[in-house]
């Protein structure tokens, strides 16, 4: 069982369900060739995917492309039901990172088939993520800012300010359909820049100021 940790704390937070958001960033859309979605396009990982991030990353073999998506999480301290945007926030304890990894190539067969993408998206391992930070040291959630480099070069870099459906809207909408528990992990969509990993691959991930993680491909 996967548990998150709060830095500076010495609490773990047992991991429940991760919810997914698709298509949170016009720009990584576009390069998918995807519509932007009128409203959130939701998926989960269950907790069985989460593996810490500064572990290496272990690629999955014979299943075509994994690509990465760098993408903000955030970790909830308390149960949020239906919750309305101005309240959404209070639930959230820490802000990291996760790469939500996806088999491309297979994502891409099961949108053709019209069937669901958790074979691709769901699978053991396919959601690396990174301690959090105590939300205290957030001051201003648009602001947020997350980088990837990859072998030393930039691959993506993305504000929670470019997102279609910011933070608190995005806990709001999610908590209308699942109830989120202290322990669940929201991850909030990817910018633009993904692509494949592959064994040997070294990443610097970044959430500007507040957290930086190593961690390699194997
Ligand atoms: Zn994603």
Redesign the pocket.
Known sequence: MFNSRLLGTNSLWPLGKIV???RNYAEHAAELNNPVPEQPLLFIKPATSAVAMQAPVRLPTNVGDVHY?T?IALLIGQTLSKVKPAKALAGVVGVGLAL?L?LRDLQSELKKLGHPWERAKAWDGACPLSDFVDVAAVNDWQALELSLKINGIEKQRGQAKQMLTPIAELLSHISQTFTLLAGDVV?T??PAGVGKLAVGDQLELALTGLLQVETRVI
């Open positions: 997914c958001v698709g998506e993408e939500d996806t991850i969509g990817t």
